[in-house]
Structure formats: structure tokens, C-alpha cells
């Protein structure tokens, strides 16, 4: 009956089942869902083409995944995409896609978030999703401001950015997502920038693949709030797309932290990425144990035992 | 001890035999002194026996131990309460001595450890005195070393001796909770135990025997009511949970997190209770109809999400196991003071149902009932209980789990098409399409916190807005509709109406015998469905002249208590007034009867 954590994690679903010819990928059409509400030039849509190509392209199906979020301009993001998803609460999208990841082996949990939402109201569940290393990837798109509430400080701003709450500019030290991440345990850390379109597609992929807590943070650009941002890490706008160096030992806890540590816009790809065993896993293993002493018993005949020690 | 009837003159002819119906036995020591050990082997006994128990424990709000006292009531009739007042104290300490005499009935029987306890010459006359150096016939029993661990055993022992109860299962309840033990652990409580019983002292005047129980043939289990809501819960078949440690939730936690892993499923620790509320819901989303819980403080953080749930109709149960509040409170204590926040909790309108279990047995099948509510409604479902309940042990008949166990595992059927949101569905209850469902038409559901359009896509719309709302609060008028009304303890007319709800059912209606015996016109009802109510309370309430709602919570700025002011709001009626305390303990019923005459003579 109630299987629900012994079943195996499903690595890109959809490929096993297209190879037998019954069902082929989704098109762009059948995954497009409402029409963006974000403003024009907005760095969110080119993340959310991305996705599109990421299921297009790993022939993911609307029911093996689920696109969670919680509050912010780019945590609007589960509206756009045609699958089933849900649009939680400010800060709370990862213990919600928790919820669903620790129950459900057999979807892909895919969460999108913005700095504040990941790293100031969520900033506890955040640092505890990813020690206990929960299966899923997370996409923070950081504009480094507020957006949807019309710019105010975020916790990434940059120190003097000048905000509606800062309007003399910012006077509180930033935080560098990827250094909190692999210090607080994440087993894969990724930086990359929207307006890099392979980079970011490239990068989701690998985080996809990733057994356990995946990190993507994604540079995009909110221009209606903080215009030029990211300036300095688009070779258009002059800048540098410094991508991680080939020679970097990504499973280097000390060398990642290292490399995520430079300063702005500092280095973009796979930073740090190791295998260690989910909280999935664990809890399937405690299940395992606890059920292989209940073998053959339906669940009321292992109640039964528990009542007949209660007389 | 009620209704002891005939003196039967033992073969011994100093020692006196009765037979009585029932006995409350307090045990007052500290916490470390094993004496809730002592209640629950006495609370298991009564069970095994067919008699019913009840018991009532206070825990000491610190860690390191303290005052803590256990009463257990055994009955072969109906038991209702944990009793008002003691036939036997049994006082460890003097501070027991001294601050639990006054417990006692007046010619009570008080069996104090006089290696501890210097009795008061001024109380002899009053109580009937029994010293026995409890601590050093221990010591002389098992040894030095076990003597802490022994005591209460030691003491089981005496009262095993002074109510003639049945040694062979008392045995075989020690060797159960003793098994598996270092085997000289269970040598030395039996020794312990064999000690106590042959301790007769001299001065004990009469010893007592139970009469027949009148339940015939009943299998019980004996548990308390945090263990009933767990299992309960797994009974209905959730496999599903997220908490965080708060007393007195935590022991629910614990059992989940104990037990759901050997039904494949799962209970989280998480690291707050927004994250455990958050994590259930997604759960939830996902197809397991999840619980989370809490008390105090916690409840006040699940709060925005709770909401969230009301508003993308998602099914929840948020186990509440109420104490003293605001704030932290009082942590240990019982209070009844949750029932705003769980009806109107959050911001915005957002209606959702709120069950509170009467007894312990109750806890077990309400929980189910919860889940299908839940499960039925896709709604969160607020289920209130409170440290009383959470801690009391009761014996009740074994539920037949073949029957009663279900299996919710979710359904993944593809559908034609889905519209999460319908507002042209029946009594406004749409079904709850879970992420793993193919949608034919290509159409898939956003739960939202946003308000929405019947895809569950954000709208702004006055007019959705308002058949939105509509549809959250008619499905749960739907609800109501289908509730019981309650069944009035009494005649169906008279004076008074006593409307209470949740743990305190076995106190009102031991008042309402009490005002009956002494010829007063009073009745009761009680309350187990609180939001929605069920309908037709009206007429119940035409029957009498006074309607007081008894609750453990304030009387509120307008004097109604929590409950009296939602009944005043929907019945308009003056004549529903509340009969109120915050002093943290159960109502004795003789506090409800004064209570009550003041209110009906003003
Ligand atoms: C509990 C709560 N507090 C505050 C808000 C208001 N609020 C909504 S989004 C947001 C910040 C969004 O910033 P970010 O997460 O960076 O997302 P962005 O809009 O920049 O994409 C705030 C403060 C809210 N919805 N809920
Ligand atoms: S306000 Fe900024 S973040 Fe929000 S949609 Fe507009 S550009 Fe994007
Ligand atoms: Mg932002």
C-alpha cells in the first residue's frame, strides 16, 4: 500500500517511456501557459524560456513535474508553465517543494525564487533544505532588489544601492548566495546569468541531473527596479562572463567556497558538486528497515500489534 | 470513595472489607519518582479488567523535575472524570503531604512515606493516617542503588494490597513494560512490587474490593489522548506529517515519527513551524492528505499558511493541542483559549472547520474523521484538544481496525479536464487533481495563495473575488448541513443548558448528575463539530430558560467566552451566558456547579 518513499527517484521520467514510441516530448506550445505579467526586458522570461527548453528538450511531461514558487516578481513563475505547480507563500517555497520531493520519488520538484524570497524570508529554510540535502532544484533569479514591492533593499543589494529604504544607499553587508550555500551544506552549487541563454540552460541541466539539493543562482536583471546591474557580467554591456576555470576540482569544498567568494560578478558555471546521500534516501532506508519487520502485514495487522501491546 | 456499600468484616476481624463501585487514587511525588508509571500500570489494570479509568497528571514545567502529581480513577460503572477529590493520596514528600491534603475527602485515607513525611497532628482527625517508610522498606527490598527506581513500584505494591486487585496481571503488565531489559531490571520491580503487597501495615482499618465491572466481554485499549490522534491518524491513512518540538504537541510527533516509517510513510522534523505547515501542505499538493500540529506560540506561526491552504482548497489537519496562552504562557497547563484563533486565524475570510474530540477515544476516531473531512472538503481542518486530554489516559473499547483502517493512497487516473477552481460545482466542493495526473486537455492547475480564476490563475476580479469567498464559505455550509446535532445529556427541556466543548464532556455531565440528584432542572450538550456548527442548535436551546456555555478560556471583553460569543453571534439570544476560568487545571465538577448558581441566580 502506502509505498511512498520506497519507490526509485525517476531520472529524466519521460526518456524511458518515449523510447517505447508511445508518447512523444512536449512542444513550446503545449508547455506555454499565461503570458508573462513581468515588464518588458525583465531578465525572468529569458530563465523561464530556458525551462521551457529544458522540457523540451529532457521530454519531461506536465504531470512528472511540478514548478513551485513562493511570492515576488519572479516567483510568478508557475502561472507561465503549463504543468501542474503551485504558488505558495513569500519564503516558503522550499520546505512546500520538500513536502512534495519527500513524498513524491517519482516528480521532478523544480522551485523558483527571488533573493528576497530565498535569502531574507526564507533565508532559514533555505539554509536547512539544503543540509538536509532534499532532491530538488532550486532557481534563484536575483535582481538584487525587491521587485514586486518596487524597490527596496534586498538582501543582495549591493552595498550603496539606493533604494526606497535606503534612499542615501545601502548601508547592510550583502550576502553572497553561493558562499551561504555551499557553507550551509548545498551538494550542488551553480552560478549563471539570463543573459546567457546556454549557460543557464546548460546549468539547469546539470542541477536537474543532481541527486540531491541543487542550487542554481541566476543573475537576472530587474530593469525596471535596478537597471545595469549586471553590467559588469554581460560581455554586451562591456563586462566579463567569467566562466569557472576548467582546472577547478568541483567536489573542492574550500576550492569552491574559494572560487564563489570573488568578487562580483566572479566566476559563472558549476561551482561545487558532490554526491552525498538525500534525506530522500535516508528516510527510505529507515522505511525500508522498519518495514521489512512488518513484512506481509497489511497496515491495520501493524496497528493491531501496537493495540495489543496498549491492553 | 462513592457508593461503598456494605462492611464485609475480613477473616482477619480487625481488618474491614468493602466493596465499592469506584475509588480516585492521587499519587504526589516528584516527576523523577516514576508516578505517572504507577497511574498508568493502575490506568492498564482497569483496563484489562473492563472497568473504565480515567486519569489526570499534571507535568512540571521544568526539566530537571519537580512537583508532579498523577490521579487515577477506576471505576466499574461510568467513569466521566478524573474526580474532584481523592479517597487515597499517596504523598511521597511533605510538600506532597502539605500541598495535596486538601485533595483529599474529608476521612480520606493519606499513606504517606513517614521516612520523608512528618504528618500533622492537626490533620489526624480528619484523615485517616497510614506511614510507611516506603524509601527504606525499598532499600531493604532491592538494594540501595534501585531505590529511586523502586519506590513507586514499591508503592504499586501497597496499593495492589489495600484494593485487593488482581496480582497475576499486575505481574504480567510489570514484566511487559519490563521486558527486553536487562533482566535483573524486571527481578528487582517484581521484588519491589512482592515487597509492597506483603507490607500490611497494622493500622490499615480496611481494605477494599471493586465490585463486578458492568462492561462484559469488551477488549480495551488503554492509551492517552495524544496517542489516540496519533494512531488515529494512521487509521485514516495519512503517511504524511511535518513538525516542530512544543509541549504538549511534541509527543504526537514523536509517535509519528516513531510509527509512520513501518506504514512507508514519513513524518519530518522540520526546522520551525511555518517549515512543518509549509511541508505538509506541499505534501498535501502532492497527493498525501498530511497533518502538522502544534500548541501555543507554534499555532500563531502556521497561521499564514493555514490560509493559504483556505484559499488553493487544500486538505490539511492541524492538530492543536491547546495550553495556556497568549505567548508562551503557560506551557504545562490547560486552557481552552485556541478556538478564535482556530476558527478565524489569519487574515482575510477564511473559513475552515474546527473538530474538537470530547474524550480520548474520541481522539482516535474523530482524527479519521478529520482526514475525511479534509480529504472531502479539501480544507484545512483545525483539531483542538488540550494538555488535559493530551496527558489523560483512558481504557476504551478496541476499535476493530480491519474495519476502521483506510487506505487514501492517491488516485492518478488521467482526467478529461480539470477545473480546480469550478464555481459551478456542486455545494462548491471541487475535487483535488494531484501533480502525477495527466490532464487530457492540456490543461494544468496552479494552487494559489492569489486570488483566482476557476483554473487557479491569478484575477483581480471584483466579481471572482466575491464567488470565490462564496464558494470557500458554501462548501463548508455544505458541512454543517451534514453534521449531527448533538444528543442532550438530560431531558430535552427544563432549566438550565450546559453547552460545552472539547475535554471538558466528563465534568459537565458529572455536574449535570450532581444538579439532577440534588433535584435541579439541568442539561447538557456538547460540542465535538465547532466550525461549521451543526444546524438546528436553536431548538435544543428553545428548551431551557438559560443557556452557559462552560469553557477554560477568559470571559472576553464582552463576557461571553469563546465559544459563548460565536454561539451569541449566530442565535442573537440573550440568554446564552458563559461560565469561565483560566486557573490552568480542569474543571472539578463542583466548580462548574457554583459557578453555574451564581449565573442562574443573578
Ligand atoms: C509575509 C509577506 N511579507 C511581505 C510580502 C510582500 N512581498 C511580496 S514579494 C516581496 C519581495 C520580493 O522580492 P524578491 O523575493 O527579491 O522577488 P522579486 O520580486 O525581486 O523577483 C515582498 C516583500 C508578502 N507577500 N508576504
Ligand atoms: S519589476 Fe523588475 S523584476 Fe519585476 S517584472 Fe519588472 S523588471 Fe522584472
Ligand atoms: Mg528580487
Redesign the interface.
Given at each position: 500500500?502506502?509505498?511512498?518513499?520506497?519507490e526509485k527517484p525517476m531520472v529524466p521520467s519521460a526518456v524511458t517511456e518515449s523510447a517505447t514510441g508511445e508518447r512523444k516530448g512536449l512542444t513550446r506550445k503545449?508547455i506555454v501557459?499565461?503570458h508573462p505579467t513581468w515588464c518588458p526586458g525583465c531578465g525572468d522570461f529569458s530563465v523561464l524560456a530556458l525551462y521551457f527548453k529544458l522540457i523540451e528538450k529532457r521530454k519531461l511531461?506536465?504531470?512528472?513535474?511540478?514548478t513551485?514558487s513562493g511570492i515576488g516578481c519572479s516567483s510568478r513563475f508557475?502561472?507561465f508553465v503549463?504543468?501542474?505547480?503551485?504558488?505558495?507563500?513569500h519564503g516558503?517555497a522550499?520546505?512546500?517543494?520538500?513536502?512534495?520531493?519527500?513524498?513524491?520519488p517519482?516528480?521532478h520538484v523544480f522551485a523558483f525564487s527571488g533573493d528576497g524570497d530565498a535569502f531574507s524570508i526564507g533565508g532559514?529554510?533555505f539554509?536547512?533544505t539544503a543540509r538536509k540535502n532534499i532532491k530538488m532544484t532550486l532557481v534563484v533569479m536575483d535582481n538584487q532588489v525587491y521587485g514586486l514591492t518596487k524597490k527596496q533593499t534586498s538582501p543582495t543589494s549591493p552595498l550603496g544601492f539606493k533604494s526606497k529604504t535606503d534612499i542615501w544607499g545601502a548601508v547592510d553587508y550583502p550576502i553572497n548566495p553561493a558562499k551561504q550555500a555551499i557553507s550551509v551544506g548545498a551538494s550542488f552549487v551553480a552560478r549563471t546569468s539570463a543573459t546567457n541563454p546556454n549557460h543557464v540552460l546548460a546549468t539547469m541541466e546539470a542541477a536537474m541531473d543532481h541527486d540531491g539539493f541543487s542550487f542554481v543562482h541566476c543573475l537576472s536583471e530587474c530593469v525596471e527596479f535596478y537597471e545595469g546591474a549586471f553590467d559588469a557580467a554581460n560581455p554586451r554591456k562591456g563586462g566579463a562572463f567569467n566562466e569557472v576555470p576548467k582546472s577547478h576540482d568541483v567536489t573542492d569544498e574550500m576550492a569552491a567556497y574559494k572560487l564563489a567568494s570573488a568578487d562580483f560578478p566572479g566566476y559563472f558555471g558549476v561551482l561545487y558538486n558532490v554526491n552525498k546521500p538525500t534525506k530522500n534516501a535516508r528516510?527510505a532506508e529507515?522505511?525500508a528497515?522498519?518495514?521489512g519487520?512488518?513484512a506481509g502485514l497489511?497496515?491495520?495487522?501493524?496497528?493491531?500489534k501496537?493495540?495489543d501491546?496498549?491492553? | 470513595m462513592s457508593n461503598a456499600t456494605m462492611g464485609v468484616p475480613s477473616s482477619g476481624g480487625a481488618q474491614k472489607v468493602s466493596r465499592i463501585n469506584e475509588a480516585v487514587i492521587r499519587i504526589a511525588g516528584n516527576s523523577q519518582d516514576g508516578i505517572q508509571a504507577i497511574g498508568g500500570f493502575l490506568a492498564r489494570l482497569a483496563g484489562r479488567s473492563e472497568q473504565e479509568v480515567m486519569t489526570f497528571m499534571t507535568i512540571p514545567s521544568t526539566i530537571s523535575g519537580g512537583p508532579s502529581i498523577f490521579q487515577v480513577r477506576i471505576g466499574s460503572g461510568e467513569v466521566l472524570t478524573a474526580g474532584d477529590d481523592a479517597d487515597v493520596l499517596l504523598a511521597f514528600y511533605q510538600h506532597s503531604y502539605e500541598g495535596h491534603i486538601n485533595s483529599l475527602k474529608k476521612k480520606g485515607i493519606v499513606l504517606y512515606d513517614s521516612d520523608h513525611v512528618v504528618p500533622k497532628p492537626e490533620w489526624q482527625s480528619d484523615y485517616h493516617h497510614v506511614g510507611i517508610p516506603i524509601s527504606s522498606l525499598t532499600v531493604e527490598a532491592i538494594g540501595g542503588t534501585a531505590k529511586d527506581k523502586g519506590k513507586n513500584i514499591y508503592s504499586l505494591g501497597l496499593i495492589a494490597r489495600m484494593f485487593d486487585l488482581n496480582i497475576p496481571k499486575l505481574e504480567k503488565l510489570i514484566g511487559e513494560r519490563f521486558t527486553g531489559k536487562d533482566p535483573s531490571i524486571l527481578n528487582n520491580a517484581l521484588a519491589a512490587f512482592h515487597a509492597g503487597y506483603a507490607n500490611s501495615p497494622s493500622n490499615v482499618v480496611e481494605t477494599f474490593q471493586f465490585s463486578d465491572s458492568t462492561k462484559h466481554g469488551v477488549q480495551q485499549v488503554v492509551m492517552n489522548g495524544n496517542e489516540a490522534i496519533g494512531y488515529g491518524l494512521i487509521a485514516a491513512g495519512v503517511r504524511f506529517g511535518a513538525g516542530y518540538p512544543i509541549t504538549p504537541w511534541t509527543d504526537i510527533m514523536e509517535l509519528l515519527r516513531r510509527e509512520l516509517p513501518k506504514y512507508g510513510g514519513s513524518f519530518i522534523q522540520c526546522e520551525d513551524e511555518i517549515a512543518s505547515v509549509s511541508m505538509a501542505l506541499g505534501a498535501s499538493f502532492a497527493g498525501r492528505v498530511a497533518v502538522t500540529g502544534s500548541s501555543g506560540p507554534g499555532i500563531s506561526l502556521k497561521t499564514e499558511a493555514i490560509g493559504w491552504a483556505v484559499m488553493a482548497e487544500m486538505p490539511l489537519i492541524v492538530i492543536n493541542v491547546q495550553r495556556g496562552g497568549p505567548s508562551t504562557g503557560m506551557p504545562t497547563n490547560i486552557e481552552q483559549s485556541d478556538l478564535n484563533i482556530a476558527i478565524n486565524g489569519g487574515h482575510g475570510d477564511a473559513p475552515r472547520v474546527v473538530l474538537a474530540p470530547a474524550n480520548v477515544e474520541d481522539c482516535f476516531y474523530m482524527a479519521i474523521e478529520a482526514v475525511n473531512i479534509a480529504r472531502k472538503y479539501n480544507t484545512p481542518v483545525f483539531f483542538l484538544t488540550d494538555q488535559g486530554i493530551a496527558t489523560r489516559i483512558e481504557a476504551f473499547a478496541q476499535p476493530d481496525l480491519e474495519k476502521v483502517c483506510q487506505d487514501i493512497t492517491p488516485d492518478f487516473t488521467p482526467v478529461a479536464s480539470h477545473k480546480p477552481y469550478d464555481l459551478a460545482a456542486k455545494d462548491g466542493v471541487t475535487p483535488h487533481v494531484k501533480p502525477g495526473t495527466r490532464i487530457l486537455d492540456g490543461k494544468y492547475p496552479i494552487a494559489t495563495g492569489l486570488e483566482h480564476d476557476e483554473y487557479g490563475h491569478p484575477s483581480g476580479s471584483p466579481k471572482v473575488h466575491m464567488l470565490q469567498n462564496a464558494k470557500r464559505r458554501i462548501k463548508l455550509q455544505a458541512l454543517g448541513a451534514t453534521l449531527p446535532l448533538p444528543k442532550i445529556y438530560g431531558p430535552p427541556e427544563g432549566n438550565v443548558l450546559l453547552v460545552g466543548w472539547g475535554s471538558t464532556e466528563g465534568p459537565i455531565r458529572e455536574a449535570v448528575d450532581r444538579f439532577r440528584a440534588a433535584g435541579d432542572s439541568v442539561s447538557a450538550i456538547h460540542l465535538r463539530h465547532v466550525n461549521p456548527l451543526p444546524n438546528g442548535l436553536e431548538n435544543i436551546f428553545s428548551g431551557f430558560h438559560h443557556v452557559l456555555v462552560v469553557e477554560m478560556n477568559d470571559e472576553g471583553l464582552y463576557g461571553y467566552g469563546q465559544l459563548g460569543a460565536v454561539l451569541r453571534a449566530r442565535y442573537c439570544d440573550a440568554k446564552i451566558q458563559g461560565v469561565n476560568k483560566t486557573d490552568g487545571l480542569t474543571w472539578k465538577v463542583k466548580e462548574i456547579v457554583e459557578l453555574v448558581k451564581t449565573k442562574v441566580r443573578k
Open positions: 500500500m502506502s509505498q511512498i518513499l520506497t503545449e501557459a499565461d511531461w506536465h504531470e512528472k513535474i511540478t513551485i508557475p502561472y503549463q504543468a501542474h505547480g503551485a504558488h505558495f507563500i516558503r522550499l520546505p512546500f517543494a520538500s513536502g512534495v520531493s519527500l513524498s513524491r517519482d516528480l532559514n529554510h539554509t536547512h528516510e529507515i522505511n528497515t522498519l518495514q519487520k512488518f497489511k497496515d491495520w495487522q501493524i496497528l493491531q501496537t493495540f501491546k496498549m491492553k | -
